[in-house]
């Protein structure tokens, strides 16, 4: 393993790292393969927008539908606590789920992001709620286990990444 400066804040690094461990930078990315992705992103950007515009100029009301699992997941929240369990090696939460959509919602996929003292995350949980979230209602899940956590995770923030609608 070598070492050598990190492009950012100059110091020493492991020529294997992806991150700098000193300031978070992102490392080992080529610019030419950055560029290549922001060619590669514009004309994606392109294409749909052309697709839009297509879409408008035939008589399209120019009003878009939402579908009812985005709308459902745009007026589900999550309020959460947590702590630390399992000689520190664990991450338990108090999740409070609050459905204000007009669907009954089930399989909630929950993610958390770990961050250290210095801000930098340095880890990522995401588990599932296999239970059903009644329309117009709040819910509470009580002790959730979310798995192991790095042992200096000093803050989390969680959500709501996907559901299901529940029939």
């Known amino acids: 393993m070598a070492l050598r400066p990190c492009k950012e ?21 080529s610019t030419a393969s950055g560029c290549l992705l922001a060619i590669l992103g514009l004309f994606i950007l392109g294409s749909v927008s052309s697709a839009l515009l297509h879409k408008t100029e035939n008589g399209a ?3 878009t539908t939402v579908d009812p699992k985005s709308k459902a997941l745009s007026n589900v929240k999550l309020d959460f606590k947590w702590n630390k369990e399992g000689f520190g090696s664990v991450m338990e939460a108090n999740f409070t789920v609050k459905n204000d959509s007009d669907y009954d919602v089930k399989d909630l996929e929950i993610k958390c992001r770990h961050f250290a003292n210095s801000g930098t995350e340095i880890d990522s949980n995401t588990r599932t709620i296999y239970e059903v979230v009644k329309a117009h209602s709040t819910r509470k ?3 959730f286990n979310m798995g192991f956590i790095h042992s200096q995770a000093a803050s989390s923030s969680c959500g709501i990444h996907d559901l299901s609608l529940a029939q």
């Open 61 to 63: 009301s120019g009003t």
């Open 141 to 143: 899940f009580n002790k």
């Open 9 to 29: 804040c100059k110091q020493q690094i492991s020529t294997d790292a992806k991150v700098c461990p000193h300031c978070g930078k992102r490392v080992g990315t």
